[in-house]
């Protein structure tokens, strides 16, 4: 049973447009969520993250946003460059009771057009 | 480069073989992982070590063996594997924050592992 889910396994976007990856989860006792990026070849980088006391969190081109009455949250990036074009994983961990860890999506691919 | 290596990139191993995988970091973190990432599924987490200690074991088949013997260094033992444990296996590291909550996770490039 999974945990975090990304139900797009790609997406295709045209440079400048806005990006929109989302995730949903179903572990109410998740209370911090991450979005990791993922070049070919190369591990996964750590790019934005946000706590549950949140509903929006944002760095340079990249927000995240939390529904956490739906269990949903989504990572806009805009403008998109096609320097974007990667894996995007999302993340969810509770941080409550020791022993944490982190649960990771599928992953979406996002491909950015010039 | 995030602080954490994995070595090596590349390996290819017969059934009847035993290898190891290693990962090092310096970021002074205190809990390492050791993630599998399969085609078209999600990065599996294999085991945790916090404060060298192992605390989580994913139902890992016991070919595949872990050893961390100090906060900068982990091992993944490899003995007679599967066509299908072919995947990246990849290392990662955190600090370690109160309550036992784990910090974002650097990862390394991985290590893509090939049984034949």
């Known amino acids: 049973d999974q945990q975090v889910k990304q139900n797009s396994p790609s997406l295709s976007v045209q440079e400048g447009r806005i990006s929109i990856l989302n995730c949903d989860y179903t572990?109410?006792?998740?209370?911090?969520f991450l979005w990791y990026k993922k070049y070919p070849a190369e591990g996964p980088t750590f790019l934005i993250s946000?706590?549950?006391?949140?509903d929006k969190n944002e760095d340079g081109r990249f927000t995240v946003f939390l529904n956490k009455s739906a269990k949903h949250l989504s990572l806009h990036i805009v403008p998109s460059q096609p320097g974007d074009s990667a894996v995007y994983f999302c993340?969810?961990?509770?941080?409550?009771?020791?022993?944490?860890?982190?649960?990771f999506g599928k992953g979406t691919k996002l491909t950015v057009n010039p | 480069e995030t602080g954490v290596t994995q070595t090596p990139r590349h390996l290819v191993m017969g059934m009847t073989n035993k290898k190891s995988l290693k990962c090092e970091q310096h970021?002074?973190?205190?809990?390492m992982y050791w993630y599998k990432q399969s085609a078209k599924k999600p990065l599996e987490l294999m085991f945790v070590?916090?404060?060298?200690?192992?605390?989580e074991n994913n139902s890992v088949p016991s070919r595949f063996s872990p050893e961390c013997p100090n906060s900068s260094h982990l091992f993944l033992h490899l003995h007679t594997l599967q066509p299908e444990d072919s995947a990246l296996y990849l290392c990662?590291?955190?600090?370690?924050?109160?309550?036992?909550?784990?910090?974002?996770?650097?990862f390394g490039q991985g290590t893509r592992l090939t049984v034949v």
């Open positions: 970021l002074g973190h205190n809990a």
């Open positions: 993340a969810a961990t509770g941080t409550q009771g020791g022993s944490e860890k982190l649960v």
């Open positions: 990662a590291s955190s600090p370690l924050g109160q309550g036992g909550f784990f910090g974002e996770a650097f």
């Open positions: 946000i706590s549950s006391i949140k």
């Open positions: 572990n109410s006792m998740f209370d911090y």
């Open positions: 070590y916090s404060l060298e200690e192992r605390v």
